[in-house]
């Protein structure tokens, strides 16, 4: 699976919206791009998923241009509970496999 | 249960000493994963069950850690003369083959002093 690359940290402030950007260069056909969340001293969950254009729901947007090899996580109008590691995967659109996560974006949210 | 149960979820031991930590998966999840995070670092993959299929234990980082998962359900990681570069906290996840379907627990923390 393509190896992802993302900032490693960001800071913001409540009320703003924040894109996370991540680039996946060497992204495949039968790849999508999945993005997870990681709040302190718990475990990974899943916000989004996505093949192409843009994907919303609940928590955040999607955004993935037609040449695939980037994708942007925007979280609108942000407060102090989105403080948390963002990970950018790619994966298989189905079946069982392993996530391999990265490093992952440290996203800091300020009063 | 409602979703991925880890226990301990601290554990403290001193070096050398053997450890096993313990995930109780999420009903009907046929796919069980461990992975390990040191302080302030990504996650690291372990080793993965699926069905009855042989684990894929490509990331066990040596001979000393082992898992197994009995009955397709519970799974237990042990980690044998335990160093204190195994510090960590340890993670279970489940899931049911699709990858939004990953649930994972909240970890069990372990300290080697």
């Known amino acids: 699976l393509a190896k992802t690359t993302q900032p490693i940290s960001m800071d913001s402030y409540e009320g703003q919206e924040v894109n996370i950007t991540c680039s996946h260069n060497?992204?495949?056909?039968?790849?999508?791009i999945t993005w997870y969340q990681q709040f302190p001293s718990q475990g990974p969950r899943f916000i989004i998923q996505?093949?192409?254009t843009k994907v919303t729901n609940e928590v955040a947007s999607l955004f993935i241009p037609a040449d695939r090899k980037s994708s942007t996580l925007s979280l609108p109008r942000v407060s102090l509970s989105d403080t948390a590691v963002y990970y950018c995967?790619?994966?298989?659109?189905?079946?069982?496999?392993?996530?391999?996560f990265g490093t992952g974006t440290r996203l800091l949210v300020s009063p | 249960g409602a979703g991925v149960s880890q226990s301990p979820s601290n554990k403290v031991t001193e070096k050398g000493k053997d450890v096993e930590l313990r995930c109780d998966p999420i009903?009907?999840?046929?796919?069980l994963y461990w992975y390990r995070q040191s302080l302030g670092q990504g996650l690291e993959f372990l080793i993965y069950?699926?069905?009855?299929?042989?684990?894929?234990k490509s990331g066990l980082p040596s001979d000393r850690f082992s898992a197994e998962r009995t009955g397709g359900s519970v799974s237990t990681l042990t980690i044998q003369r335990t160093q204190q570069e195994d510090s960590a906290v340890y993670l279970c996840?489940?899931?049911?083959?699709?990858?939004?379907?990953?649930?994972f627990g909240s970890g069990t923390r372990l300290t080697v002093v």
């Open positions: 996840a489940s899931s049911y083959g699709h990858p939004d379907g990953y649930t």
């Open positions: 060497n992204i495949a056909t039968n790849d999508y």
């Open positions: 996505g093949y192409k």
């Open positions: 995967l790619v994966v298989l659109n189905t079946g069982f496999q392993k996530l391999v």
């Open positions: 009903s009907g999840h046929t796919a």
């Open positions: 069950f699926q069905g009855n299929s042989a684990p894929d």
